[in-house]
């Protein structure tokens, strides 16, 4: 079945655009009879970030579920990963999280999560679509059965909690210097309160949302910001998360960026150290580093790759019973924690590390040396250029010149016409050379 609304990570487009209140309207009341079993009073969870449109939605979502008999509870702005584990913990029959994570303003987006705290199957999702499209007059509640919503606030304390027990009991921070950067989104309240609570030192940036300035020059999508507060102020570590708070990346001491392989690697070895490492490996996608693959193999430990999307490694990690997993993008997934990624509990996790061992967060997080990634995008107008003979032949004349000194990875966007080229190997050189012929070749066949 080819879906209208939903993508690899719920409904997401232009507010008013994609995301109108007609829209939103309609996945309450599909939603809401979706989740309806049993002759309880159900409840459903509403979280979003900071944008404008935020509020658009959100009343739109309330009057779909409530029309068919759904009590509502209304968050605010919450990160992503709490509005799954709230979703879980106040015995929710669904959770919904109004974001587009790191995209601008002027997008949104719906994702919902199931009971448990995870993203709904693709199944539900089907479902939902099919009912959205369909006339639900005469499924919608009677007067008396017209759910009530109301607004609950103690909910930023619960979460912060929650963060902090994912720490050893008695866990300190004290002394450590912390420049944190909310990216004007959903984590502005919760992130640097639970930081200071653990004993950092905090220096926050990002954290005046006005709705139109979420992930502009900020977070984890622009963290020049917060490499130049790093600097300014002298910090032991930087955190910049991203609009909806679900990914995370670092900067050490001296301003440079630490990715979410290295992340990965931090967290797997600490893992591994106290026995807790789940299968004896990490998932990651297929773009995550060779480094990080031989890295882990140094020691002992595996990598198995899925395609790109946080989804399809919390799929794989289900699937398999690892606890470990995420995307070089700051995606990780602990799954020991969270149903979803979560980039406060991952740096918390991080700063654990770094406070263990007492050394600097250049020399704590620098796990392996990554190898050259080269990453090239062509865009068409239409067709399946990748089905071209030619292209075919450059594909496997520049995975034979790789040969075991590296790898290629071709494959088409699931957002837009577009084809992304990547290389890595230990030739700079060489992969510069192999990427630009397939490129090349890419780029005739989509003329």
């Known amino acids: 079945m080819t879906r209208k609304y939903f993508g690899t990570d719920g409904i997401r487009g232009r507010a008013n655009g994609v995301i109108t209140p007609e829209l939103a309207l309609g996945v309450g009341m599909a939603a809401g009879l979706v989740f309806q079993n049993g002759e309880h009073r159900h409840r459903v969870i509403i979280g979003k970030d900071t944008r404008l449109s935020g509020y658009m939605i959100e009343n739109a979502l309330v009057a779909g579920f409530t029309s068919v008999g759904m009590d509502v509870l209304l968050l605010g702005p919450m990160p992503t990963p709490a509005v799954a584990m709230l979703t879980r913990s106040m015995r929710c029959d669904l959770g919904v999280m109004i974001s587009a994570s790191h995209n601008p303003f002027d997008d949104n987006g719906i994702k919902l999560f199931g009971p448990d705290g995870y993203k709904l199957s693709d199944a539900i999702e089907e479902e939902i679509e099919t009912l959205i499209g369909g006339d639900l007059s005469a499924r919608l509640a009677k007067p008396a059965a017209i759910g009530r919503a109301k607004r609950i606030e103690s909910v930023h304390a619960r979460y912060i909690e929650f963060a902090k027990r994912t720490l050893p009991r008695n866990q300190s921070f004290d002394g450590i210097r912390v420049v944190v950067d909310c990216a004007h989104g959903a984590a502005y309240r919760v992130a640097p309160e639970a930081l200071w609570e653990l004993g950092c030192d905090v220096v926050a940036i990002g954290d005046k949302p006005d709705g139109f300035n979420i992930n502009r020059e900020v977070g984890s999508t622009a963290p020049e910001a917060l490499t130049a507060k790093v600097r300014e102020v002298r910090a032991d570590i930087g955190i910049a998360l991203d609009g909806d708070a679900d990914r995370v990346l670092i900067v050490d001491e001296k ?193």
């Open 255 to 447: 301003g440079h960026l630490v990715d979410g392989d290295q992340l990965m690697a931090v967290v797997a070895e600490s893992f591994r150290d106290d026995g807790r490492l789940a299968k004896g490996g990490v998932v990651a996608t297929v773009m995550s580093n060779l480094g990080l693959e031989r890295h882990l193999a140094s020691l002992g430990l595996s990598l198995a790759r899925t395609p790109v999307g946080d989804r399809y490694v919390l799929e794989h990690m289900r699937a398999h019973g690892y606890n470990v997993g995420g995307e070089q993008s700051g995606h990780i997934i602990l799954s020991d924690y969270s149903t979803t990624g979560d980039g406060l509990v991952a740096a918390l996790q991080v700063l654990a590390v770094v406070q263990r061992l007492g050394r600097p967060v250049s020399e704590v997080c620098h796990r392996f040396d990554p190898l050259p990634q080269i990453l090239r995008n062509v865009r068409y107008k239409s067709g399946r250029p990748l089905e071209s003979a030619e292209v075919q032949k450059a594909i496997a004349a520049a995975e034979l010149k790789l040969a075991n000194h590296g790898r290629l990875l071709i494959r088409p966007s699931g957002t837009e016409p577009v084809i992304r080229v990547m290389g890595e190997g230990d030739d700079r050189v060489l992969v510069e050379s192999v990427v630009d012929d397939v490129v090349e070749a890419v780029g005739r066949a989509a003329a």
